[in-house]
């Protein structure tokens, strides 16, 4: 599969110093509302101000996703497409991270593996292995004390700080609490990923609503996250990581807070994406989903891989 990752020297639509702060990632939003929603379905709001209830979403069974985000395979296949010749999207060689605090004892030792464009992997590990570190590791939040971590060709562990805001805009992150803007409605959270990298109105206008079809919203644009479940406040935090269509995407306990049937319809989401070609890496706790999707499981204990298999389940700690 084609490498769609952008060079962070590809002149950039605005300089980093003009971008406002990101409340979670560096690119995300800025100031400045985007234009009204013309158009659009009128909203159905069930409860003002009171979270809407939800039933599980499968954005598999919604019509009419015949955009970029349509599958690029059928749901049935295996991961037989995966082409592990060319480059991975993310590479650690021998990698250690040995916090200040802890000299004596690394979060991660000697981690190498890869993980290639169009890959589902799941990252388990008891509460403490090393899954947030492994994270920030990719998202250059943290630095590696020692060995390469490398994401789509570009090695961080040598990577100008001036850089960083670049990778991260082809990495869409999604965490446990949603982390969105509260007096942002739906739309304004998700547009504001768009401008805040410089896109023009007319891009936002466009790929704000797909993307919000994309993830059963389009109806509740201009819902406050307090009008939402949680479930759909998480379907706005995934609308907001994919609007700018990064090849990564990072998901550090997506569905830690939601009960299973909500979680249940996360997964089929994040599965969905991963079709169109995303990479996707989920951190989790969750063994039913992993169990019940059989994907790739790396899994962490102490810092170290204790297993990496094809189509694994959570709990399996048999030979790498
Ligand atoms: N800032 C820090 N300073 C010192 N030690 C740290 C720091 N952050 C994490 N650690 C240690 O590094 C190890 C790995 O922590 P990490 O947060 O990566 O684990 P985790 O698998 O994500 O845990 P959880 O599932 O509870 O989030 C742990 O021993 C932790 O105590």
């Avoid at 990752?5 to 990632?25: H, N, Q, V, W």
């Avoid at 909203?43 to 349509?70: I, K, L, M, Q, Y």
């Avoid at 049935?76 to 040995?98: C, F, L, Q, Y």
């Avoid at 060709?153 to 990778?167: A, E």
Wanted: aromatic share 6%; hydrophobic share 35%.
């Amino acid at each position: 599969m084609a490498n769609h990752f952008r060079s962070p020297d590809a002149e950039p639509e605005k300089s980093p110093a003009t971008r406002p702060a990101a409340p979670d990632t560096a690119d995300a939003p800025a100031d400045g509302a985007p234009t009204a929603n013309e158009g659009l379905e009128p909203v159905v709001v069930e409860t003002a101000h009171a979270p809407a209830r939800e039933s599980a979403f499968d954005p598999t069974n919604e019509p009419g996703f015949t955009s970029v985000f349509a599958p690029l395979r059928p749901t049935d296949e295996d991961e037989s497409h995966i082409n592990r010749s060319g480059a991975p999207t993310i590479s650690m060689r021998d990698v250690t991270k040995i916090y200040p605090a802890q000299p004596n004892k690394p979060a991660l030792e000697n981690v190498s593996l890869d993980i290639y464009p169009g890959e589902f992997v799941f990252l388990v590990g008891h509460s403490g292995s090393g899954k947030s570190t492994f994270i920030k590791l990719l998202t250059r939040e943290l630095k590696a004390t020692g060995g390469k971590v490398i994401v789509a060709g570009q090695d961080l562990t040598t990577m100008r700080n001036w850089k960083v805001p670049y990778l991260r805009r082809q990495i869409g992150c999604v965490f446990q609490d949603f982390k969105l803007l509260p007096d942002k409605t739906t739309y304004e959270n998700v547009a504001f990923t768009l401008e805040c990298i410089g896109k023009p109105r007319s891009v936002v206008k466009a790929q704000v609503p797909e993307v919000l079809r994309l993830v059963g919203l389009q109806e509740k644009m201009d819902m406050y996250p307090d009008q939402l479940s949680g479930g759909e406040q998480q379907r706005v935090s995934v609308a907001r990581a994919m609007v700018n269509r990064p090849p990564l995407l990072i998901c550090d306990e997506p569905t830690g807070n939601l009960d299973p049937a909500i979680s249940l319809g996360i997964m089929k989401l994040l599965e969905r994406i991963n079709r169109t070609g995303t990479t996707v890496l989920m951190a989790t706790h969750d063994r039913e989903m992993v169990d019940s999707m059989r994907k790739r499981v790396i899994a962490l204990e102490a810092g170290h891989v204790v297993r990496d298999q094809e189509r694994g389940g959570y709990g399996y700690y048999g030979a790498l």
